[in-house]
Structure formats: structure tokens, C-alpha cells
């Protein structure tokens, strides 16, 4: 009974004061704000700008024609608004022929971005876990391990592209080993693997170096304790490394998708320029840029950035990725948190108290 | 926080603001022709070209700069990726000559789209005489009729053929006509030891290499890649017969199936070492072949011929660099002279010497000097007397795109070939208008 007239007394306590926003701010906002003024006038002159002038670049079109007298190029840049956004959905531009079937080369491009994300970041992810598993265990030569793992990671895209180039030749490792001849390096489904497998074998340390992280926070006693009970090891992995470690692994996660999203290098280095197999979004949006079309590959790097921003606020939401991190941000979450369920109960046992007496 | 978002709005709509005003005013800053061109002033200049693997080029121009010590010309060296150095070549341009380039190396393919696009601008053909000078390779720096690129260096296809094979199975000339290759191997492969031999390689790799081959196979076979007037014409008969005539050999293994992933390094190294009896390649691997050091399997067993066509020799696609005068260009007079003089038949002598790139004066191909170091020097001159030229395209990206995006879909059977060059035909029509 004390304990509700406590929360009684707290709220109307707190009905009498202003409700303040920022439950830790110390009033130093201002300061704050003039300390970081240099940064963020950097961040807008190099991201803010460019942003700012591609989207207005995609809103404009440049037509025209040589002239049949002097052969002389003739163009007029006009006001197209949505209209480029809307062209790359259609088969006005034109089609081309893929793995996928015939299509209009922005949605072919939107199809394999999309691909190669879902099918790397899965095998990265489960490879990633089994690294991190392996590099957490204490036995000799950890260290060694743990370097060796990270050699791919290490390698810049465009060096590991020409050398699996090599391994995918037609008369390279890749096909000495399976003994047969596939033109991994064509066009074709195959060059889609062959991305995949490049950039599983770079990334995937990525994702078990985040998780290993993660996994150090774990502490012993939690499986010690699991152990008395009897749980099997596949018990352990799925009730108490998942869960402690995925705020670690959802971070690796998203970071990993984000970047596979607008992956240029490695299709581009292994496989070639304008091979629509593996052509990505920002391979054609680099495309169009050096045919000097410079309004439509301005508007598929808009629309690869709003995906990008979409994919990552599902990710934040859903999955609850916490990129922060920053334990100040934390308590005052958790202190929001807190106050809206000492409201909830507040109210709730009232009205029980109303309806008990 | 809120102060934060205010600030950031207010800036993002000011900077909106300005950029809708600066890009208002470059629309209407298209600058004018040239016409009043003064090619008498004279003063430093500066050379563009791509990456210089000879060393021939600084040099030769340390040798002009004390020749004209107050005309001095600069060298910048670019990428020695086709493509960068286009980049670099267009943003000089659209910048109004903010890096400076006066004479640019432009490939033959560029032609048309600088000049059309006004980056380079014309020669006076009276100031710029080409008499003496391969009439294709005129003809590849010439866009509506006028002078734009000065000819420098050229280069045409050749094929390579196995001497010591073809000595054993019995054949005494090299093959002229597409049949007579086919039964030339089908001899070789007879020998003992060479069963496996692949017949004829190329370059078959989704890239420009693949537009300089099919034209080959087209125009080889009596079809006009483009016509005289400009126009395409990719799907008649006579086309036909030579894109089914590619794809047949890819189909029968006369083509190896992995020559779809060769560039022009892939098919040298294959005929090097051996596995081919014959290569359709540009000049350059006449020497690299030839290397007693071990690195290649055929030096001294093969010889070049002029490639081979459907009922007689077949016709090569003209390659090569010119030298062209960019827009934003001042000292015209320096630059007209540092080509006519870098061009001169002793200078270009030079070069092909040291860069073994083919020259462009008719005179050189029989100079003896230069047929004792590269005995393939008659052979190319017949093959590049009857080159014919890819498209002139301002966009010729788009054009080279969609012959390549029909050529492989064409070998890698994703279609029937008449189908795919039927739409090459539309398309090009539309790219081509």
C-alpha cells in the first residue's frame, strides 16, 4: 500500500514542474552545440552539399540531338521532375537480358543489388558466427587463428577481385577443382556465384570479428550455471550465446548490408563493367555517369540512397539495432522507460483500487 | 537538438536555393563555335595523352622543348585505362579547360564525340595537309567532313598462324577464306600430338574487343557493319552470314568455349603457349611471340597474315590514336606545329622504333629499316588499306554497348542470333539518327 501512495505522491509531484525534455541535460545545449558547429559545417560541405546538388542534378534532363548539318551536338537541359525516377521503372530506356529474364536495366540492377545482399549477408552471417565460435575458444595458437581470419578482410576489394579472377579463370583453381569448364567470368549465373563466393570469403571475418566482440561480454558463469542444469551445447548456443550476443551481431549485420548494398568493386573488378548479370546499382548509376547522363544517374543514386535509408530504419526498428551504444543515451531511455511504466502502473492500480474498494 | 534541426533546415533550403540559381546559369552558358581560330599564336602548350609504356614520348618532347625553347610543351600522362583517360579528357572540357590540355591523344572512337560536343575543334585542312597520310586513318579524325584529329599512330588486326603446323600438315599458304581455315585445322588436328589443338582465337570478352570482332566477322563477309552514309545495316543476308558464321565455330569448338572471357592478353597467352593455331590479334603481339626467354612456346614457329574472309581476304577494324586540338586551347600556332612536326616521317619513324605502334605516313610500311625490325609491316599495310571504321557516334558508348550486349547474347545462345540483331538493328537506328 505504501508503495502506491509513493507513485501517487512522485506524480503529482511531477504534474506541478514543466515536464523537461531532456531528462539529463545539464543546460549546457548551447555549448554543445558550438563545440561541435565545426564538424557538422565539414559534414555539410562534403555530404550535405553533394547530396543537396544530386537530387536537384535528378530532377533535371539534358535532351538533344547532332545537328544533320554540322554534326554539332545540340542539348537543352530542362526541368524533368519526378520524371527520370519514374523512366527507370519502364522499358523506355530500354532492356536488357539477364539471369532474371528481360528487363529494364534500373530494375535488373535493383533485382541483383538485392540478391547479392540477401544471399552474401546470409552465408556471411552463419560463416561469421562459426569464426567468431572458433575464435573465442582458448587452445594454442589462438592468435594465429585469429590473424589468419582476418587476412581477407585486410585485402582491398579491388586487389581480392583480380585475384579471384585468377581463381575463376577458365583454366583457374576453381574450375581444376569441381573438373569441369564453366565460364565463371562470361555473363551469366555463374558470375553471379562468383561474386557471392569473393565477397563471402572477404566479409565474413568482418561479421566474426563484430560477433567475437560481442562474445566476450558474455560471462562464464551464465553457461556454468547452464551446465549444473544439463543443457547440451546446441541448448547453450540457442539460449544464451544468440540472445547475449546479438546486440553485437545485428550491428555487424546492418553494417554488412548497408555496404553490400551499394557494392562497385568487386563485381566491377572480378566480372567487368556493363555485365548486367552482376551490374548493381551503383554500377549503373557510375555507368550512366560516364555516358555524361548525368540526370538519370543522379536519380538511381537517390533512389539506392532512399533504399539504404529504408533497409536501415527496418533494421533499427525491427531488430532493434543499437548503434549508439552510448551509455548515456541508454540510461535515459531506460529512465523514459522507467516513467511510463510507473504512469501505467500508477493508473492501473488505481483503477484496481477504485474497482476492489 | 530542435536548434540543431532549425539550423540544418534553414541551411539545406539556402544551399537548394543557390544551386537552383547556378544550375539556372549554366544552362544558358553553352559557349559558341569557333570560328575566328587565330593558328598563329604561339606560347607553352600542353600534351595529353595515356600512359606512355614506351618511354618514347618525354623524350621526344624534351627534344621539341630545346628545339623551341620559348614554345614549351608540357607532357601530362594519364591512366593507361581507355576509359579514365577519356574521363579526365571530358572533364578538361566541361570545365572550360580548367586542367589546362591543349593537344589531346583521342582515339579514333572518340572522334566523334568530341567533336561533336565541340571538346576539340576543327584543322583547317589547308594548315593541316594529310597527303601521304593512310586515307583511314585520315579518315578516322574526320567528323562531317572536316579535320579533326590529326592521324598519329594506327593499327589494324592481323592473323597469326602456325607456320611449323600447317608446314607439316602440308599446307604451303595461309588460309585466305573461312573455309580454308577450317580445313587447315581439321589437317592439323591430324598431326600427331595436336588432337586437342583449338583452331581459331580471338577476342570474345563482353568489351570493346568484341565490337572490333564482330564487325570483323560482318564486314569479312561481305555485309556492311555501317554504311557509307552512316546508317547500320547488322541484319541483312550478308551480315547474317557472318555473325552465324561466328557463333557456327563457337557452337563446333573452332572457337574455344572459353574465348568467351579472352581479352587481347588471354589470346595471346593462349597462342603462346601453344594452343592455338590461329589468332586474330593487333600487331603488338608480333614481338612479345618472338621472345626467345622462354615466356613464349612459339617464337620463330608462326607468321601473320591479313584475316581471313568469307570468300576472299576478309577486312579488319581500324584502331589507332589521333591528335586533336581542344576548344579551350590559346597557343594554336604551337600546337599546330607540335603536331605536323611530331608527325613528320622521321619522328613517327622513331616512335613506331621505340613503341613498335603502327605509323600512319604510307611511306614508312616500306621503309626498309623499319621492315627488317617488323617484318609484319607489309601484311598490316594491306590489312589496314582496307580497314573499315566502328561506328561515328557522339554516343558511341551506347552504341558499342549494344553491339556487345548482341554479340554475346548471340554466342552465349541466349538467343537466337537473327533475333538479337534484328533489336541491334533498332536500336542502332535509334542511336545512329
Same mark, same amino acid.
Given at each position: ?271 567487368? &563493367? ?84 | ?376 609491316? &607489309? ?55
Amino acid at each position: 500500500m505504501s508503495n502506491a501512495v509513493d507513485v501517487t505522491h512522485d506524480v503529482s509531484k511531477e504534474k506541478e514542474r514543466k515536464p523537461k525534455k531532456n531528462l539529463l541535460s545539464d543546460g549546457q545545449g548551447t555549448l554543445a552545440l558550438i563545440l561541435i558547429a565545426p564538424t557538422l559545417f565539414v559534414i555539410f560541405l562534403v555530404v550535405g552539399i553533394p547530396v543537396v546538388m544530386s537530387v536537384i542534378e535528378s530532377i533535371y534532363i539534358t535532351t538533344g540531338g547532332v545537328n544533320p548539318d554540322t554534326g554539332v551536338v545540340e542539348s537543352v537541359t530542362n526541368f524533368a521532375g519526378l520524371q527520370q525516377y519514374a523512366d527507370a521503372f519502364t522499358e523506355s530506356a530500354g532492356t536488357v537480358l539477364s539471369p532474371w529474364g528481360r528487363l529494364p536495366r534500373f530494375l535488373n540492377a535493383l533485382i541483383n543489388t538485392l540478391f547479392f545482399t540477401v544471399v552474401c549477408i546470409a552465408f556471411e552471417t552463419v560463416l561469421g558466427v562459426l569464426m567468431a565460435l572458433i575464435m573465442t575458444k582458448a587452445f594454442k595458437g589462438k592468435g594465429l587463428v585469429r590473424a589468419a581470419i582476418l587476412i581477407p578482410w585486410a585485402i582491398p576489394t579491388i586487389v581480392s577481385a583480380l585475384m579471384w579472377q585468377l581463381v575463376f579463370n577458365t583454366s583457374g583453381v576453381a574450375n581444376e577443382i569441381i573438373g569441369q569448364q564453366i565460364l565463371w567470368l562470361a555473363d551469366s549465373v555463374w558470375s553471379q556465384w562468383a561474386v557471392i563466393i569473393a565477397d563471402v570469403w572477404k566479409t565474413a571475418p568482418f561479421i566474426g570479428l563484430l560477433t567475437l566482440a560481442g562474445l566476450q561480454t558474455i560471462p562464464t558463469d551464465v553457461y556454468e550455471a547452464a551446465k549444473v542444469d544439463g543443457a547440451t551445447a546446441w541448448q547453450m548456443f540457442w539460449r544464451i550465446t544468440l540472445p547475449l550476443v546479438r546486440p553485437a551481431l545485428v550491428v555487424a549485420v546492418l553494417f554488412r548490408t548497408l555496404d553490400t548494398l551499394r557494392m562497385f568493386d568487386l563485381p566491377f573488378g572480378l566480372i567487368g &563493367p556493363q555485365k548486367y548479370s552482376v551490374e548493381t546499382l551503383s554500377m549503373l548509376a557510375f555507368s550512366d555517369a560516364q555516358a555524361q547522363r548525368y540526370g538519370s544517374a543522379a536519380a538511381y543514386s537517390v533512389m539506392l540512397f532512399l533504399l539504404i535509408v529504408v533497409i536501415a530504419f527496418l533494421f533499427i526498428r525491427l531488430l532493434g539495432a543499437d548503434l549508439v551504444s552510448d551509455p548515456e543515451v541508454k540510461a535515459m531511455n531506460e529512465a523514459r522507460k522507467k516513467q511510463k511504466a510507473a504512469r501505467k502502473q500508477m493508473k492501473s492500480s488505481i483503477t484496481s483500487g477504485e474497482s476492489a474498494t | 537538438m530542435t536548434v540543431r534541426k532549425n539550423a540544418r533546415r534553414i541551411a539545406v533550403t539556402g544551399v537548394a536555393l543557390l544551386a537552383v540559381l547556378a544550375t539556372a546559369a549554366c544552362g544558358g552558358s553553352d559557349s559558341g563555335s569557333s570560328d575566328g581560330a587565330d593558328w598563329t599564336q604561339t606560347g607553352p602548350i600542353t600534351y595529353v595523352q595515356g600512359k606512355d609504356t614506351s618511354g618514347y614520348v618525354q623524350p621526344a618532347i624534351d627534344e621539341w622543348n630545346k628545339l623551341y625553347p620559348d614554345q614549351k610543351v608540357t607532357f601530362a600522362e594519364l591512366s593507361d585505362s581507355a576509359d579514365e583517360q577519356r574521363a579526365a579528357m571530358i572533364e578538361n572540357a566541361t570545365t572550360n579547360g580548367a586542367k589546362g590540355y591543349d593537344v589531346l591523344s583521342v582515339d579514333v572512337v572518340w572522334t566523334a564525340e568530341f567533336a561533336g560536343n565541340q571538346y576539340i575543334q576543327e584543322l583547317p585542312k589547308d594548315q593541316f595537309p594529310t597527303d601521304g597520310y593512310l586515307k583511314p586513318a585520315v579518315d578516322s579524325g574526320t567528323y562531317f567532313d572536316k579535320l579533326y584529329a590529326f592521324p598519329a599512330t594506327s593499327d589494324g588486326a592481323m592473323m597469326y598462324y602456325r607456320t611449323d603446323l600447317l608446314e607439316q600438315a602440308g599446307i604451303a599458304e595461309p588460309p585466305k577464306t573461312w573455309d580454308e581455315v577450317v580445313a587447315a585445322c581439321d589437317a592439323v588436328k591430324k598431326l600427331p600430338g595436336q588432337a586437342s589443338i583449338n583452331c581459331w582465337g580471338g577476342q570474345f570478352q563482353k568489351y570493346e574487343g568484341l565490337t572490333c570482332n564482330i564487325a570483323e566477322f560482318i564486314n569479312s563477309a561481305g555485309g556492311t557493319f555501317i554504311t557509307a552514309d552512316g546508317k547500320p545495316d547488322v541484319n541483312s543476308d550478308a551480315a547474317m552470314s557472318g555473325v552465324n558464321q561466328m557463333v557456327d565455330w563457337f557452337d563446333d569448338g573452332t572457337i574455344p568455349k572459353a574465348a568467351q572471357t579472352w581479352q587481347e592478353e588471354e589470346s595471346r597467352n593462349a597462342f603462346q603457349s601453344g594452343n592455338l593455331v590461329f589468332l586474330r590479334n593487333w600487331p603488338y603481339v608480333y614481338t612479345l611471340a618472338n621472345k626467345d626467354d622462354g615466356s613464349s612456346e612459339v617464337n620463330g614457329k608462326f607468321a601473320v597474315a591479313q584475316l581471313p574472309g568469307k570468300d576472299g581476304v576478309g577486312v579488319s577494324t581500324l584502331g589507332g590514336h589521333n591528335m586533336g586540338v581542344t576548344t579551350t586551347a590559346k597557343n594554336l600556332g604551337t600546337a599546330k606545329e607540335f603536331i605536323k612536326w611530331w608527325n613528320s616521317a622521321e619522328n613517327q619513324k622513331a616512335h613506331t622504333i621505340v613503341s613498335s605502334q603502327a605509323p600512319t605516313i604510307e611511306g614508312l610500311y616500306s621503309d626498309e629499316e623499319l621492315v627488317k625490325q617488323f617484318p609484319y609491316m &607489309p601484311v598490316l599495310r594491306a590489312s589496314l588499306a582496307n580497314a573499315e571504321p566502328r561506328p561515328k557516334a557522339v554516343e558511341y558508348g551506347d552504341v558499342t554497348l549494344a553491339i556487345q550486349d548482341a554479340t554475346y547474347n548471340a554466342i552465349q545462345g541466349n538467343s537466337t542470333p537473327k533475333a538479337v540483331f534484328d533489336r541491334l538493328q533498332t536500336d542502332l537506328e535509334g542511336l545512329l539518327k
